[in-house]
């Protein structure tokens, strides 16, 4: 089991930046994959990055959605229980509930179907 929590969402001018942490629970962290998705209103939940990972002798490398490649980074740090997304230039259009989502999965992990334990979301606003 992992339990996430989201923070660091709030209201920012479009051209800021803001960095999302997504705290998780528990001693094996380090064993999930973990991704970042948005749902804004009347709008399907989407797919924001998924961070690196392997399995075997693959490596699968950090993915992003087009609309935010170039413009957020995702991270982990394993010794904090800690993922991050950090958003620069933001747009407008990123204005969403931003979730942290927890998986044991390793492909398809652009689907939201795929994540085991979700958190509870962060209210990122931007204004144009």
């Known amino acids: 089991q992992v339990q996430l929590v989201e923070s660091g969402g709030g209201l920012v001018q479009a051209g800021d930046s803001l960095r999302l942490s997504c705290a998780a629970s528990g001693r094996t962290f380090s064993r999930y994959a973990m991704g970042w998705f948005r749902q804004a209103p009347g709008k399907e939940r989407e797919f924001v990055a998924v961070?690196?990972?392997?399995?075997?002798?693959?490596?699968?490398?950090?993915s992003y959605a087009d609309s935010v490649k170039g413009r957020f980074t995702i991270s982990r740090d394993n010794a904090k229980n800690t993922l991050y997304l950090q958003m620069d230039s933001l747009k407008f259009e990123d204005t969403a509930v931003y979730y942290c989502?927890?998986?044991?999965?390793?492909?398809?992990?652009?689907?939201?179907?795929?994540?085991?334990?979700w958190g509870q979301g962060t209210q990122v606003t931007v204004s144009s």
């Open positions: 961070n690196a990972r392997s399995g075997g002798s693959t490596y699968y490398a950090d």
């Open positions: 989502a927890a998986t044991s999965e390793l492909y398809y992990l652009t689907n939201w179907r795929q994540y085991d334990y």
